[in-house]
């Protein structure tokens, strides 16, 4: 786990709130659960917590160690539950794999059930296919509740375990950074409240989560080449018409992995699902997994009436030093995860909002320098990884600063010049080992 103890002020993902010192003291388990969020692929949670009739918690209805659905409002904070996958493994014992994730309690939340006007705007008839992509983009825009399961689904390995399956979730928000028509940037913030094992609601706090680009008829796409290392590839002319390219970084603005496919359109049914890619391991995993360094894997967003899913298969693979596969044994286990993003309302998002004006500044710069050093013809080489080496954290002390009421800010200029500097101390030595080709 990142230790967050020893520094003075507050990353941007702490509670910008007076119960901010409790919170990083020790003995709490409020450190482990704020920076298992910060990656895509949240590791906080919610536990259930009674609602009244006309809302539900975000974890609406789980599972029972014996299958059985549980409703929310049965549960309080102080009643943990063991909640046993429906779709696991029949044969192991249950409890050995009972899924691990945050175990934090949330207020409630109301549901979005009619399908929103995005749905309906991508349903419209006589658009063309450039137009309904837009739409299927844009609709992933929206105020949330976001839950990610993953599972572990066969391993390829003498005396193979299959490691506990992963659930989480948080309230999250997606804004529109930009639109460009061929161009569309996607911020998530989550916006999070918790709820004391008292049973006292905590003050709501903030954290910069994951940004997805996209890009109509790329020329080229990042890749990921293993050991904190990307390379800009070209896109054949013949793989670019209709193609749209996803751009996915980390909490930190730093990049991550990305994809081009098309978006498919079936009447009532929308989706991009792109081919196999490499990327880095995120935090659910590194945090406790040593035993591979890459994770082989694809994408399919689908938007609902209510919503959108990200469907995500993944292998987990080794790497030798220069970043090669490994020739024997290479492949460690297969992974299917599943993340639901369901529409919300009534939910206040004003401190999500106030933090992405206030520190629109900071972080427009540090978009721009990023996409300097992805430009370069070489690659892109990190001395670690952004978030589990904490190369972020300058970055988000920074930002942190820009969100404090009353606070003297510096001019562009100057935040350029701190931006730079930050991000620069990102980058390896020039000698390192060379790209896998």
């Avoid at 659905?69 to 696991?88: G, H």
């Avoid at 999500?352 to 996409?371: H, K």
């Avoid at 942190?400 to 935040?415: M, V």
């Amino acid at each position: 786990m990142i230790q967050l103890l020893s520094h003075r002020r507050p990353l941007a993902c702490m509670p910008r709130a007076p119960h901010l010192p409790r919170l990083l003291g020790l003995g709490t388990f409020a450190v482990a659960a704020l920076m298992d969020m910060t990656v895509h692929g949240s590791a906080f949670a919610y536990g259930a917590k009674a609602a009244p009739a006309s809302a539900v918690s975000a974890s609406a209805a789980s599972t029972t160690a014996s299958g059985d659905t549980a409703p929310a409002a049965t549960a309080t904070p102080k009643e943990p539950r063991l909640r046993q996958y429906t779709f696991s493994w029949k044969f192991l014992d249950e409890s050995s794999l009972a899924p691990r994730g945050g175990s934090t309690a949330g207020s409630a939340v109301q549901p979005v059930t009619q399908p929103t006007a995005e749905w309906q705007a991508l349903q419209a008839p006589g658009l063309s296919g450039f137009e309904r992509d837009r739409r299927a983009i844009l609709a992933m825009a929206g105020a949330y509740r976001a839950s990610f399961d993953f599972i572990e689904v066969a391993g390829f390995t003498a005396a193979f375990q299959p490691d506990k399956p992963y659930q989480s979730w948080g309230t999250e928000k997606v804004y529109v950074l930009e639109d460009k028509g061929t161009a569309i940037v996607l911020q998530h913030l989550l916006v999070m409240t918790m709820v004391s094992e008292d049973g006292k609601t905590e003050p709501p706090f903030v954290v910069k989560h994951w940004r997805q680009d996209w890009h109509y008829e790329p020329k080229d796409q990042l890749v990921y080449r293993g050991h904190n290392t990307w390379q800009r590839v070209a896109v054949p002319a013949a793989q670019r018409k209709g193609q749209w390219r996803q751009t996915v970084y980390q909490v930190d603005d730093s990049p991550r992995y990305s994809g081009v496919a098309a978006w498919q359109h079936l009447g009532n049914y929308s989706a991009w699902s792109d081919a196999d890619g490499w990327r880095p391991l995120p935090r659910r995993e590194f945090s406790v997994r040593n035993d591979y360094q890459v994770l082989i894997g694809n994408n399919r967003h689908i938007i609902t009436p209510t919503g959108w899913m990200h469907e995500q298969a993944n292998l987990k693979a080794k790497l030798d030093a220069a970043g090669h596969l490994l020739p024997k044994d290479a492949v460690v286990a297969r992974e299917l995860g599943f993340n639901r993003y369901e529409r919300i309302e009534g939910y206040d998002w004003s401190p999500g909002d106030r933090y992405l004006q206030a520190t629109e500044p900071v972080w427009s710069e540090v978009r721009r320098q990023w996409d300097r050093l992805i430009a370069r013809p070489e690659p892109l080489r990190l001395k670690g990884a952004p978030d589990k080496d904490s190369l972020f954290v300058p970055l988000y002390e920074y930002a942190a600063t820009f969100d404090e009421p009353g606070a003297a800010l510096p001019t562009r200029a100057e935040i350029k010049l701190h931006v730079e500097k930050a991000v620069r101390d990102y980058l390896a030595p020039s000698a390192k080992q060379p790209v896998r080709h």
